[in-house]
């Protein structure tokens, strides 16, 4: 297929940009900081819309941003190359309406992407999933509420794909309660309660595994233990107390 450049000057910018004969794709080269260096590419369907953008930012002759749109001309998606090493390393999707609907990180620089988190109505933040093995699968997961204050957070601390320990988070945004499951049977087992400036108050053990507290241990301010109760006959009652000296 035969092809011809153009170069035009207008308004002080300077474009080059190939035509195929087809008109099949229209590329735009721009210098978008006047020094003489080209920095921007536009891509172009026959029929003028912008499929393409991309970007060389830091001027060091390399491609490191991606913006993609769709068949309406709306962005679908965007990569970044943020530490310069010519892989991109962060992409953000959005939606058929335009809202950010996700965004994927390779923190690590690595090649995989083990950061994700995920948006909905107003580019709300929603989720955060965590794969800190790199194994492919996610161990962490963050939610948040309105105003993107952390609600909760789950753990899988032996990477076996289930959570075995859950953080619970007040409407301050503190932490108020974590929940573990020791014995691996997918369900809680010990509660850590906290208080005022993060400081543990009390926590709570279920040795039977019924699903309820048998066992309670009292924290003073300075941390230090100061009663044990125990309900030895499991009916939901303390029938027995150590109090620390």
């Given at each position: 297929?035969n092809s011809k450049i153009i170069i035009c000057f207008m ?74 090493d010519g892989k991109m390393d962060q992409v953000q999707f959005y939606s058929a309406k335009g809202g950010l609907i ?144």
């Amino acid at each position: 297929m035969n092809s011809k450049i153009i170069i035009c000057f207008m308004a002080s910018v300077f474009f080059v940009f190939s035509v195929s004969q087809s008109q099949a794709e229209e590329v735009v080269e721009l210098d978008s900081d006047f020094d003489g260096k080209i920095d921007q590419w536009q891509h172009k369907s026959a029929d003028g819309l912008l499929t393409k953008t991309t970007y060389d930012t830091n001027q060091d002759g390399m491609v490191d941003q991606v913006e993609k749109f769709g068949a309406s001309g709306k962005l679908k998606r965007v990569e970044f190359d943020t530490n310069a090493d010519g892989k991109m390393d962060q992409v953000q999707f959005y939606s058929a309406k335009g809202g950010l609907i996700r965004i994927e990180k390779d923190n690590e620089f690595s090649g995989k992407f083990s950061v994700k988190e995920f948006y909905k109505g107003n580019d709300q933040l929603h989720r955060i999933e965590v794969d800190e093995n790199l194994d492919g699968n996610p161990d962490v997961w963050q939610y948040f509420g309105s105003g993107g204050k952390i609600e909760r957070v789950e753990i899988d601390s032996d990477h076996d794909g289930k959570a075995d320990r859950w953080d619970n988070y007040d409407s301050r945004g503190k932490l108020s309660k974590v929940a573990f499951d020791s014995d691996k049977d997918d369900k809680p087992d010990q509660w850590q309660i906290f208080g005022v400036n993060n400081k543990l108050e009390k926590v709570e053990y279920d040795s039977n595994q019924d699903g309820k507290a048998d066992r309670w241990e009292h924290f003073d301010a300075s941390g230090k233990l100061s009663k044990t109760e125990l309900d030895r006959n499991f009916d939901g009652k303390p029938d027995m107390v150590k109090r620390a000296k």
